[in-house]
């Protein structure tokens, strides 16, 4: 009898059952992940590490583009609270004032950018909802609602009204600080100290005149230079950190489903009257098919290979195995799981070369030499962890290929007593055999470690390596010439008509259809689960890149609007638009330089991060994903240059006296 049950709350099952004393329990561990109840200690500390990350980096960069925007306003701003405080206005009252109107700003861009945010989620959902459906279970009703949660939107706003404070609270504190007189003469902005405005050579042969004088009106002013470099450091920062986190989810990604790259299998049993070229040929006539190949294969073997020869890593996740003890292994040897294919011989003739090895010496009908296959992934639930791994260093050898011996009626039972091992029948009565007579053994000679399994093998969970031979040496290995069942495999462009096409083919020439399974069905699970990840990943890496691309461009299009009087002024000294030209290279590749040279190295420290949140759960080394690197270095220059270009041309046809005049800019 099958029970099924409900607790209330949910979070509540696992002391249920533990209280409960219940044997034979299964918990609905999708059901269970999905709400966010489950007790998958690895898997949440992935999830809130990952989510801690992210917030950080989209708080980081939210904080860091109001910061810019009132820090320049308020810096422009400082003789008008100058002569505020000259006629009695208080710090508080400063403080007040720009702690308000940024409150009345919370006021207008939250509700806005939260109506944005359910807006893009429900369109996200009505274009992708066929994806979602297909993560759960095939066959299910389960249809994707939006559903609003007003406990997330109050802790949106929260947020978004927190960030916006302590972003305007900095500056204002600054602000308040300046004594009117300061304010009002404007020293805090520009200070200038002996030898300190001083430039190099350098500058004034790369850039000229204008280049210098663009060098020392930097040292002059350094809190309006600093906030152009913080917005590009921000922006190489915030956009390396989100294509890394993207990055590293695709190889977890990856490494865990191990996408197998045929769509439909069918087994051939020795009973159907046929050979498997005849249905090969048979099946491969349906419209559509791509690729074949068939195998036999062979699991449950061992092979005892030179203990120096396995890699430590592997040693350490294998461990030690009873099977060792059982074939009587001795010191210096190591005994691991051996899955043993035997692939067609024009897939197998196709692989060497692929792999660029000599044909005759892998074919040779007396003395067949294997490739291997020696990477894979397990699950060592000790530490609910994921780990891949590589189990033998290059180089050929030979092994020696073990299996237990099959008693009808009677099964091993993995004991070896007094150099004898125990089977138990159908009774339950004990059965020695001697060692020598219950273990066979065949000598294998191993070449080539290749990189890339054949199309019918999938790089699947366990521990087992796997040894590759032409279907032709299957007689002089196993030494047997009996019929087995051999494996047919077919990669298509469309799984369910080729699907349905075959089983009528199949019917047709009176051959089972039973044993054709539609493998492409079974993947779409795995496949919509990486595309919603490719959705969700590269949606924060344009979300990310909009605020640091937003960012760079108000803080040089308004730091360059608040020099239209120094830029008036230069103007009526001489200054060509060709100087300007020269002067504002000089300040966009000094930005550029100075947000590169200071985010990279931060943007490696966040990734690093990012890819230690990840491997709570999955093995993999940590490595620097150099594309986004490089396309941050040319995005910088592109938006700094395209900035000032913009600027620059809004105020070109300004009038030097006007500007001059005016003093609120």
Sequence with gaps: MDVYMRVEPMEGIYTFLEDSGFEETLVNSDLLRFSGNSNENTLNAVLYSMVAVLSAIIMFGSISLIYNAFSISISERTKQFGLLKSVGATKKQIMGSVLFEAFVLSAVGIPLGILLGITGIGIT?????????ALWNSGTNAQLVLRISPVSLLVAAALGVVTVLISAAIPARRAARISAMDAIRQTEDIKIKAGKVKTSRITYKLFGFNGMLAAKNFKRNKRKYRATVISLFMSVVLFISASSFTNYL???????????????????TPDQQTDEESVRELLTSIEGVRDSSYEYSEMGGGILVPEDLVDEN????????????????TEGEKLLDMHLIFLDDASFTKLLEDNRLGVEEYTDTDRPKALVYTQGKIFNPEDSRYYTYDALKEGSFSAIGMAFKELEGAYFTGEVREDQLVYRDDNQEEVLLPREEGIITQELELGAIIKELPMMAVNSMGTDIKVIYPFSARTAVLGVEEEVPVNLYFHVEDHKAAYEDMSLLLKEEKLSYSRLTDHGAFQEQD????????????????LISLIAAANVFNTISTNIHLRRREFAMLKTVGMTQRGFRQMMTYESTLYGLKGIIYGIPVAVGVTYLIYRSISNGMDFAFYMPMKPVAIAIGSVFLVVFASSIYAMDKIRKDNPMDALKNENI
């Design 527 to 542: 496949r919509a689960m990486v595309s919603v990840i490719n959705i969700f990943s590269y949606g924060f890496i344009i």
């Design 125 to 133: 959902f009505t274009f992708a909802k066929d994806l979602f459906t």
């Design 314 to 329: 592997y040693r350490k996740l294998l461990g030690s195995s009873w099977m060792e003890d059982a074939v009587g292994a």
């Design 250 to 268: 695709m190889t977890s990604t990856s490494q865990l489903f191990g996408e197998a790259t045929y769509d439909i299998s069918y087994t051939l």
